[in-house]
């Protein structure tokens, strides 16, 4: 029954997707740790450790897909929830460095110390356990999200205002972990981890765990986002973003619908940002800032809002773009990243995964261009 | 009447060449190489009865232990340590005098009765100074210092003085110097009146070491003295923040006042806002570097040149960017706001790939710098101009839109497109032009930003999120809500901020704001009827 549930939203975009995931979780760790360091076929710790990054960015889409994809809700606030995902992993890990620390301190992480602390503030117990850890990374965002959720549905706080509203919430989070009294690091946030699980993060070993961690908890995301989508639950979803008022008048109570994805979307944000912090090694508060939240937007028009194959396609490549440009052309990347957002929006309202769709339906009526696609409506 | 006549006297010889008065004082300064302390003494007192402010360099010399003498002919001078010997300039000129061997000067020995007298003959030339500034400026001195040595000198400048504001800090320094020694009761307690008088944090310190250690009678006194301080104080400080609000809030209106157009009235979601205020304070910059290269003598006029410039540019940035972005995505708000937010990162590097990554230096013209004092208020004159800017900036705007054919026709297509477009009303230009008018307004406020913010490609970012927290605050659509919203967030911001700190304080607020839209999700001044839906 329930494997009938998972299954059913599969088609054969997911396929493809699956596939090439089975494939990386696969061929990395047999091309990190089974051939030789100067083999052809062999990948660095560092491109592993930039893949793994890539792909948590993918789970981030995925997330940010389901509530604007099929709700109709545009958060500029998303990487909040990731980040805060993040910090949770980062204390963890910060919990784990113990006496190696640069003072020695077995209980106070380092900053603490530096800042003449004398004891683990409340919110920091319980994060020396792994168990307790991950079940913070999606619990503080999902709350974050439910409390917020929750009063800005039921007071139909809708489009433009919610978009402006959750940058709001990602800016105040931004400040507020800026605040060395917050007691997570201030500006420098958390980094210098050493250990995950016992394992040593900067192992290669470790960073294939962590990578092959990624590929199946984009997999599982993927395999829920697309159940959820595909139920019952999930075409009220596309209802509710297509013509809200309608449904209410239906009779569905539309507020606990969108919260419902809100807080799952928002959790698995959570997830994105806890496989993030121990690959790039370091958490801050500058992720909070509202350009990151756009950024993932942009990740997902990219790939084809609603397609859910099409944000983790988007994220892949807006950051390998990324990763290619800062490099080799460092001065054209905000050129490229600001044309993007204007082409994307322009010319590929459906991203790259509605191309064809979107040329098929332009190319025999022309008659009928100024029919809108219906997945415009609701925005 | 012989006091006038004095005044009168020293103001013609201060006008007559300084020359003559280095004549005249040159025997007086060779006097202090005399030899004995007394005659030393003698010669400081003659040099004292000129009360020429010219005397004023030499005698602090003298206190540093720098007025040494010529052994060759015996003359007085200021000599330095320069490598091996000492470099030496004439004590009353300035003027240099060569270099001499260690051994060729001698230095003019002081003792501490010495001392006592040339810090009383100091106070007293400057308190006796022909300028009313110095004065004052001395006798704050004494009031900071609460030298008792000065006390005679001060009673002799006080007699004299008929200055009514130097007046008054003469007598705050001599309560002051009464407090801090050993006067008798009646003195001090007459003293802590006139520091209640005062009613600032400095004299709030003197009643506070008085309350603790005088007799009773002027323990009492000076405790009553500290809470009518302390209430005044605090009056001041809530003033203060008042203005510091107002100054705040009128920075906000400037930013946001462009957005009410965009976005308020033609419902774009422009993220590249703050990038048009970053254009106008670049503009300020270029048109300032055009008058520095061309017109240096002209330097304080730029701010008005730029007013246009800056206008104009942000304006057709706006045109073409609603020309060639806006125009195929109206009623597609999310994806305007996509599109912009794109837009705004290509103009920051674009101005970071022309200008360099770095502050740019925007000058203030001389109208603009300097501050007043009002009572126990600071106003800096640059802070004054934006706050009666921004609202000649807001008065304009509201004519524009009432009572000029091109306000007509925005509001008629706002509120009703097509049966504008049947009037014969252009819409399609009434849509670029609006949103010019907003660039443009963004422009105006890059002008003024750019004297109190950092010119760098950031600038607009620094803004952007605030102006749309006080357009939605205050009421899309609505001009007023706009204004009422930027004072308000500005005055609880500032009103915040001493008790929070400024991060906590801001934050504070975005909280409040993200609540208030719960409440109110169309701001605080909605509109209403069918116009919102449709």
């Known amino acids: 029954m329930l494997t009938r549930f998972f299954l059913m939203g599969l088609d054969k975009k997911a396929g493809v997707l699956l596939t090439v995931l089975a494939v990386l979780a696969v061929a990395v760790p047999v091309m990190a740790l089974g051939t030789a360091p100067d083999s052809p076929w062999h990948l660095s710790t560092h491109t592993v450790a930039l893949l793994g990054k890539y792909l948590c960015f993918a789970l981030l889409a995925l997330s940010l897909d389901l509530v604007w994809g099929f709700v109709g809700i545009l958060s500029l606030g998303h990487a909040a929830f990731f980040t805060l995902g993040g910090y949770a992993m980062g204390m963890y890990l910060m919990r784990q460095i113990g006496s190696r620390g640069v003072y020695g301190n077995a209980d106070l992480p380092d900053f603490m110390v530096f800042l003449n602390w004398t004891e683990l503030p409340w919110y920091w117990h319980g994060f020396d356990q792994f168990w307790f850890a991950a079940i913070m990374v999606m619990l503080v965002p999902g709350l974050l999200a439910f409390a917020f959720g929750w009063f800005a549905f039921r007071s139909r706080v809708t489009g433009v205002y919610l978009s402006i509203i959750t940058q709001a919430m990602t800016f105040a989070l931004m400040l507020a972990f800026f605040r060395n009294d917050m007691g997570l690091g201030g500006n420098n946030g958390l980094t210098d981890f050493k250990e995950i699980l016992g394992f040593d993060v900067q192992a290669a070993s470790t960073r294939v765990g962590l990578f092959v961690a990624t590929v199946v908890a984009l997999a599982a995301g993927y395999i829920l986002a697309s159940a959820v989508v595909a139920s019952k639950l999930g075409k009220v979803l596309i209802a509710v973003r297509d013509a809200e008022s309608r449904v209410r008048f239906l009779g569905y109570e539309t507020d606990r619908y969108k919260l419902f994805a809100w807080t799952l979307s928002a959790c698995m944000a959570g997830v994105a940002g806890a496989l993030y912090v121990p690959q790039v090694g370091i958490i801050n508060p500058s992720e909070f800032s509202p350009a990151s939240s756009i950024e993932a937007v942009i990740w997902v028009a990219v790939g084809g809002r609603g397609t859910l194959a099409g944000p983790v396609l988007g994220a892949v490549l807006v950051n390998f773009g990324k990763s290619y440009f800062t490099a080799a052309l460092p001065e054209l990347w905000l050129f490229a990243l600001g044309g993007l957002f204007v082409l994307v929006t322009l010319f590929l309202p459906r991203g790259i995964l509605g191309l064809a769709a979107q040329l098929r339906d332009r190319l025999p009526a022309r008659a009928t261009v100024t029919a809108k696609p219906a997945d415009q409506k609701g925005v | ?534």
């Open chain 2, 1 to 534: 009447m012989h006091r006038a006549f004095c005044w009168l006297l020293a103001a013609f010889l201060a006008l007559a060449a300084p020359a003559s008065f280095a004549a005249d004082l040159a025997p007086l300064v060779r006097g202090l190489g005399a030899g004995s302390y007394a005659e030393t003494e003698k010669a400081i007192a003659g040099l004292a009865e000129t009360g020429d402010p010219a005397v004023v360099p030499v005698i602090e010399a003298l206190q540093a232990g720098d007025l040494h003498i010529r052994k060759a002919d015996g003359a007085v001078v200021v000599a330095k340590r320069a490598g091996n010997g000492y470099a030496l300039t004439d004590p009353l000129t300035g003027a240099a005098l060569g270099e001499a061997d260690r051994n060729a000067v001698e230095k003019i020995r002081i003792n501490n009765a010495l001392r006592r007298t040339i810090s009383a003959t100091l106070g007293a030339l400057t308190l006796m100074s022909p300028d009313a500034n110095t004065r004052r400026q001395a006798a704050e001195a004494v009031f900071k210092s609460r030298d008792a040595n000065a006390l005679d000198a001060l009673n002799t400048a006080l007699a004299k003085e008929t200055d009514e504001r130097v007046r008054r800090a003469m007598t705050q320094a001599r309560a002051s110097v009464l407090l801090a020694g050993d006067a008798p009761d009646a003195d001090k307690i007459a003293a802590v009146a006139v520091l209640q008088e005062r009613g600032d944090q400095d004299a709030r310190a003197l009643l506070n070491g008085a309350a603790n250690t005088g007799s009773d009678a002027v323990k009492d006194a000076a405790t009553k003295a500290i809470a009518s301080v302390e209430q005044r104080l605090a009056l001041w400080g809530a003033a203060q923040n008042l203005w510091y609000g107002l100054s705040l809030g009128s920075v906000l209106l400037l930013a946001a006042i462009g957005l009410a157009v965009t976005f308020g009235v033609m419902g774009v979601i422009n993220m590249a806002h703050g990038e048009m205020v970053m254009i106008g304070a670049y503009a300020t910059f270029l048109v300032q570097e055009a008058f520095r290269q061309w017109a240096p003598g002209l330097f304080d006029f730029s701010i008005l040149v730029a007013l246009p410039v800056a206008f104009l540019v942000s304006g057709a940035v706006g045109v073409a960017i609603e020309r060639s972005v806006i125009r195929w995505l109206y009623g597609r708000p999310l994806e305007t706001l996509l599109a912009t937010w794109g837009l705004s990162l290509a103009l920051q590097q674009a101005v970071r790939s022309i200008f360099g990554p770095t502050n740019r230096e925007v000058g203030a013209p001389s109208w603009m710098s300097g501050a007043f004092e009002l009572g126990g208020l600071t106003i800096t004159y640059g802070r004054l101009w934006i706050v009666v800017f921004a609202f000649l900036v807001f008065g304009a705007l509201l004519v524009a839109l009432r009572k000029t054919w091109f306000g007509l026709s925005i509001r008629a297509v706002t509120q009703n497109r097509s049966m504008a477009n049947a009037m014969g009303i252009r819409t399609a230009r009434v849509d670029a032009l609006t949103f010019g008018l907003g660039s443009g307004i963004a422009g105006l406020a890059g002008v003024a930003l750019s004297q109190i913010d950092n010119v760098s490609p950031n600038l607009g970012q620094g803004y952007i999120i605030d102006s749309f927290m006080v357009v939605v605050f205050g009421g899309v659509g609505n001009l007023w809500g706009t204004l009422v919203g930027a004072l308000a967030l500005g005055g609880v911001n500032k009103f915040l901020e001493p008790y929070a700190g400024a991060v906590l304080g801001k934050i504070l607020v975005l909280i409040f704001i993200i609540l208030f839209i719960q409440r109110r999700p169309r701001g605080l001044f909605a509109l209403k009827g069918r116009a919102v839906e449709a």
